[in-house]
């Protein structure tokens, strides 16, 4: 909450506050993939079978998700985490929202939207080069672009010391 750490802030926010809340969101998501980067590298994490290191990848399953993700944040003013928090200050368009989406969950993985589901991630393009983790300098392919992103994102909405502290601590 005091954060106002929002993905839907930084793309259809207010003019004002779209620089400081994608600053906000960089700085988060570079601290998150530092931390994996690091953690993985020392053997502390690792995720060889995770489904996101697939050389497969669910074309469908991205064309029609994210999409979805992205019409379903907006129509509902927030994403998961944002209407989370604000479940918790008492707003009941959040809970309701929270409620149904953890119906649908529910039902897309377990329940009578599970076939479907399945039938849309059987969709597959298989990638000719593997995981970014098998390239050589795979940690820093994916974090350089992330850093280079946060870093000019900073310096153009100059977001105040809290807000860049409390992405860190998100990510």
Do not use: Y
């Not at 906000?24 to 489904?51: M, P, Q």
């Not at 929202?97 to 953890?102: C, D, N």
């Not at 940690?139 to 850093?147: G, R």
Request: glycine fraction near 12%; include cysteine; proline fraction near 5%.
């Amino acid at each position: 909450q005091i954060s106002r750490f929002c993905f839907r802030r930084a793309v259809a926010g207010a003019p004002e506050e779209r620089g400081s809340a994608a600053a906000t969101w960089a700085i988060a998501l570079l601290a998150a993939a530092t931390a994996f980067a690091v953690l993985s590298s020392l053997g502390f994490v690792n995720l060889g079978e995770h489904r996101f290191l697939a050389s497969d990848v669910p074309l469908a399953g991205l064309i029609l998700g994210g999409p979805a993700f992205g019409i379903g944040m907006v129509l509902t003013r927030g994403c998961i985490s944002r209407l989370t928090v604000l479940s918790a200050t008492g707003n009941l368009r959040a809970l309701t929202v929270l409620l149904v989406l953890a119906v649908t969950i529910h039902a897309t993985l377990k329940g009578v939207l599970a076939p479907l589901r399945g039938w849309v991630n059987g969709f597959t393009v298989d990638l000719p080069l593997g995981t970014v983790t098998e390239l050589p300098g795979g940690a820093f392919l994916v974090i350089a672009p992330i850093a280079v992103g946060a870093a000019l994102l900073i310096w153009r909405a100059r977001p105040s010391l809290t807000h860049l502290a409390l992405g860190a601590v998100i990510g």
